[in-house]
């Protein structure tokens, strides 16, 4: 039985955000999103109970866990997000739409399930605000490896006679959640696959330690090449989600737009280079430790800085429109492009709604700094511009609304509690 601690978010929630408050303190990171999502796919693959911890508690991990136990598996959680995992009792293979459409990144249970059962029904995701996002990438590179795959009434239909066998993949561009529905697919197969031009988040790192945690054979992780010898069964055992970088970013900013300090602890600031270099061009003063970063604005206002994205270890995506946050308030001019989406611009309108100067030019935000963004109602469209908005926000002079933001919730544990703390004056409206 799934004890999910209701936290009382639903769809119609809003923030209210006074702006204008230094944010200082410390905040304690937490698991990653974009870890834990598939590393909770791939406990599809283990032959035993498998225990998880510093899972973050959103409403993606929530919705995971829910379409895993609609397939049979067996989870319980306990009060710190502790989470056992029996996949020994699957009963089907399906994913329904009703599900994958609120979270895209259900087609992970593509890559285990044909892995582990040979067979899988997969609603297809359908685009999202920032883009088509196919997953032919997905679909092509399961299809060599042997899979049955035809696509009929908005559902991926799949199957493998035997096993899934391995083979080379040579992906045309870096796909983060491709490279991980191949990994899961290729841990049981026949033979080695080994992936060229793989992604080298550090999700997909960690997502290959856990594997390997429970028997599987990984070599490479981390680089673009990565080889994947297929064994008969992986077992059970323990692992530790490594901590959000995103979410890590996202409070630096919260401090450095309104000229405040704040210590992140659980943090890792050897996977967030390229985010910590560019919030020193933009003046903050930063001091790491192994799992700990210090940012100090000294009060000072922000420099804009140029900004293009790139997969790892280039500046994520994850972090363009938090930075474009920063960029609207600070001293000058900046261009931010964005290389990886086609549309990831969605907070762009928002933000000039509350007095940024900003102009779109193709997949380029072009910034000039204003003295002072003012509160208003404005509307999130995905998980990160709706953080960017926030952000802003905090800022601006007056009262902001910030709508729809069960997309906030998606991708941040309790953000409105873990901003309060450092001294913004926000609260969550029911409603
Ligand atoms: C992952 O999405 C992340 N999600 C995204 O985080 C992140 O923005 C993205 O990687 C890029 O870093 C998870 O890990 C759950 P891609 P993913 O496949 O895997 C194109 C967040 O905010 N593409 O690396 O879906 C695609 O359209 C989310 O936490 C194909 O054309 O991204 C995009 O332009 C948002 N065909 C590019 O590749 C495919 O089959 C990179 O996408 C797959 C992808």
Redesign the pocket.
Known sequence: MLLLRLSGMNEMDKLLVSGGKRLEGEIYVSGA??AA??ILAATILADHPVILSNMPHLHDVTTTMDLLCRMGVIITIDEDMNIEIDSTSITNYYAPYELVKTM??SI?VLGPLLGKYGKATVSLPGGCA??????????NALKKMGAKIDISKGYINADVNGRLQGVTIDFP??????T?NVIMAAVLAEGKTIIHNA?L?P?VVDLANFLNTIGANIVGAGTNTIEIEGVNSLTGGEYKILPDR?EAGTYLVAAAITGGSIKLTNALPRIMTAVLDKLRLANADIVCGDDWIELNMHGNRPKAVNIETS??PGF???MQAQLLALNVVSEGRAIIQEN???NRFMHVQEMVRMGADIKINGNQAISNGVEQLYGAPVMAT???ASASLILAALIAKGTTQVDRIYHVDR?YERIEEKLSQLGAEIKRVHG
């Open positions: 999103k974009n999502l598939p895209r990144a992970l920032i883009g088509t996002r196919p997953v032919d990438l997905h679909i561009i870096v796909t983060v959640t491709g991980e992604a988040e999700e995103v997969p790892y994520p995506t994850d990886v989406f086609e995905d998980l990160r991708g």
